[in-house]
């Protein structure tokens, strides 16, 4: 898992004035929106001997631990320490802050910068152009999935699996002249991907197939980008005329279960009364690729590519584990083995952005993360396959 990237929380309108308790790379966050309106995200322990900040309630802009009442408000800062009595605060330490991370609503939903950052060297939330373009409309859903993000990314960035393990976008391996065309890596800013084709049936639902614009098997051109380590889109085209977008914002809860805010942009079939038809397509597809991916050995995206035979067909897979080295080597990954490992007795925080600035005088310490090096200087992920 890795800090420095934004992170879609929760939908804008689930977040009010109640705090919100959630998971995000491994740690636990509160989520509240404040009297102006404004969403803040703290780390969720309290500083003062650990408690659980979303398990109390809003006073005023500030959030109040529920076990000795402690007041921290939307920066993180301590303004109350009830023990020290009403002439004892002007005595709370510079120490009583907890981490406090910058968020952004954008698409309907709720993104936190999990990082030390500055602003101008975030990465950018992933860009939805169409959204709320005249000739586009949005559906939203979300689901939560087991099992590491990678492996669910890079899934995502497989043309080949497609023939095989969804019976409506391929043959099922009966057509004697299948291939996956040669891919052509397109590369952005914070991710790669690909268009290609596919050769497809038609759905086999009339509605679906009067969804999708086609009734007969079809050259289809559809492809997936990644943004950063686990945002992804995948635009399908079932006609010159339709496209659909699956904007997929996935979060990682931990390390084998992540939550995925899927909102599916289309110019065809706009309106919520038609929303449940392609969410039961969505279902179908997503739980084909369950079965496949809850079976991976090993079950984490392996650290080299020498125990795996890449094809070209996985060319983007590869790619896009050059992108997860490259922001190892800048240090942005989490050392997860050691904070599962140290986990009963001791607390880590994503750092936030104020540790920049003052890197001494906190009470709970950053999560440690694999250090810095030469990009590079880990493995040759970078073979050419
Ligand atoms: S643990 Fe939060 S106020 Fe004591
Ligand atoms: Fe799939």
Redesign the pocket.
């Known amino acids: 898992m890795f800090i420095n990237f934004w992170y879609a929380a929760q939908w804008s309108d689930q977040v009010g004035s109640q705090p919100l308790k959630l998971r995000m790379l491994g740690q636990d966050f509160v989520l509240w929106r404040d009297g102006s309106g404004v969403v803040h995200c703290l780390a969720n322990v309290?500083v003062?001997?650990?408690?659980s900040l979303a398990g109390g309630r809003l006073r005023g802009d500030c959030i109040e631990?529920p076990?000795?009442?402690?007041q921290f408000d939307g920066d993180g800062r301590c303004r109350k320490i009830p023990s020290l009595g009403p002439q004892g605060q002007v005595r709370i330490p510079g120490r009583a802050r907890v981490d406090s991370y910058p968020v952004q609503e954008r698409y309907g939903l709720v993104h936190v910068f999990l990082g030390d950052l500055p602003e101008e060297e975030r990465p950018p939330i992933m860009e939805i152009p169409e959204y709320g373009q005249p000739g586009w409309y949005a559906s939203c859903e979300d689901s939560v999935g087991q099992g590491d993000f990678r492996r669910a990314v890079e899934n995502g960035l497989d043309p080949a699996h497609n023939e095989y393990v969804h019976p409506t976008h391929g043959f099922s391996g009966t057509r004697a002249d299948y291939f996956v065309p040669e891919l052509n890596i397109e590369e952005q800013a914070w991710g790669s991907g690909f268009i290609t084709t596919y050769f497809s049936p038609p759905l086999k639902d009339a509605r679906m197939q009067q969804a999708s614009g086609r009734s007969e098997n079809a050259v289809i051109e559809a492809g997936t980008f990644h943004h950063g380590p686990s945002c992804m889109i995948t635009r399908i085209r079932p006609t010159a005329e339709f496209a659909i977008n699956q904007n997929s914002f996935k979060t990682p809860i931990d390390e084998l279960s992540s939550r995925s805010f899927l909102i599916q942009t289309r110019n065809f079939l706009q309106g919520p009364e038609h929303d449940a038809r392609f969410r039961e397509r969505n279902a179908v597809v997503r739980n084909q690729d369950v079965v496949v991916l809850a079976d991976l050995e090993p079950k984490f995206t392996p650290e080299t590519n020498a125990h795996e035979l890449l094809m070209p067909a996985d060319r983007a897979v590869a790619r896009y584990r050059e992108w997860l080295k490259d922001w190892e080597a800048r240090g942005w990954r989490i050392d997860t083995a050691r904070v599962a490992r140290e986990r009963p007795y001791k607390t880590y925080v994503i750092p936030g952005p104020a540790r920049r600035a003052e890197p001494k005088g906190w009470v709970l310490d950053a999560v440690p993360l694999v250090a810095a090096h030469a990009a590079g200087a880990t493995d040759a992920v970078a073979r050419q396959v």
Do not use: A, I, S, V
Request: charged share 10%.
């Open positions: 309290c003062h001997r650990g408690g631990c076990y000795h009442g402690w």
